[in-house]
């Protein structure tokens, strides 16, 4: 059974930082693309970072600078660093599997991450 697990999000103010983990199991994780997503209230789910199985990485142009993805392999687990944390980065947060070769995909459940001014 394919799981993912959210954790760290929570209630912030402007400019402090937080550290989401996301804990897989049932997946090959080495072999899996993995990203976070995030959706606030009233918007579609957007990137907000991934990373390859050989630690490429992409990031959201409103994310750069402040957000790092990195991935553990033997934990198969994925990080996400956000610093200087900002009201519009409000909204639940999304870890996301892509396997490599088939493109199947896997969500986590979501982890709300508040930011207030």
């Known amino acids: 059974q394919v799981q993912l697990v959210e954790s760290g999000g929570g209630l912030v103010q402007a400019g402090e930082s937080l550290r989401l983990s996301c804990a897989t199991s049932?997946?090959?994780?080495?072999?899996?693309?993995m990203a976070w997503y995030r959706q606030a209230p009233g918007k579609q789910r957007e990137l907000v970072a991934g990373?390859?199985?050989?630690?490429?990485?992409n990031y959201a142009d409103s994310v750069k600078g402040r957000f790092t993805i990195s991935r553990d392999n033997a934990e198969k687990k994925v990080y996400l660093q956000m610093n200087s944390l900002k009201p519009e980065d409000t909204g639940v947060y999304y870890c996301?599997?892509?396997?490599?070769?088939?493109?199947?995909?896997?969500w986590g459940q979501g982890t709300q991450v508040t930011v207030s001014s």
């Open positions: 990373i390859t199985s050989g630690d490429s990485t």
């Open positions: 996301n599997a892509k396997q490599t070769f088939s493109g199947t995909v896997h």
């Open positions: 049932g997946i090959n994780f080495y072999w899996n693309t």
